[in-house]
């Protein structure tokens, strides 16, 4: 985090400023610290990233723990399974799969053509 941004930094709790209480710097970049606001609520600075305890970064923080509990397959196969079925059909296209092979488009599905993709809007007929 740069010191420079400090001063426009506001507490996502109570909206008042921070002041910097503690810090390590490398130039103009404050590696590791500490803020506080006018309130009393502090957020950690560590390698660079203020830590604004926010559920997506904690989320985020936790990934490389979570990624140590599960194997590679593990993980393939659960993303895998969230995908959509336009996603799996243009991981197929894009895997080389003729148009002999391609499934009947359905209506509101992606089709490629000529590099771009459109959705198809046409009724087909049964």
């Not at 008042?16 to 502090?42: A, M, Q, R």
């Amino acid at each position: 985090m740069y010191a420079s941004i400090l001063p426009v930094l506001r507490c996502p709790h109570c909206g008042s400023g921070f002041e910097l209480t503690e810090s390590k710097k490398d130039g103009g970049e404050i590696v590791t610290g500490k803020i506080v606001c006018g309130k009393g609520h502090s957020f950690s600075i560590r390698e660079g990233i203020l830590d604004f305890q926010s559920q997506e970064q904690e989320l985020l923080n936790s990934w490389s723990e979570y990624s140590k509990a599960e194997s590679d397959d593990s993980l393939d196969r659960k993303f895998d399974a969230g995908k959509t079925e336009n996603q799996r059909k243009i991981e197929l296209f894009q895997s080389g799969i003729t148009a002999s092979t391609w499934p009947v488009p359905m209506e509101g599905d992606l089709i490629p053509c000529a590099g771009e993709w459109f959705a198809n809007t046409v009724l087909i007929a049964e």
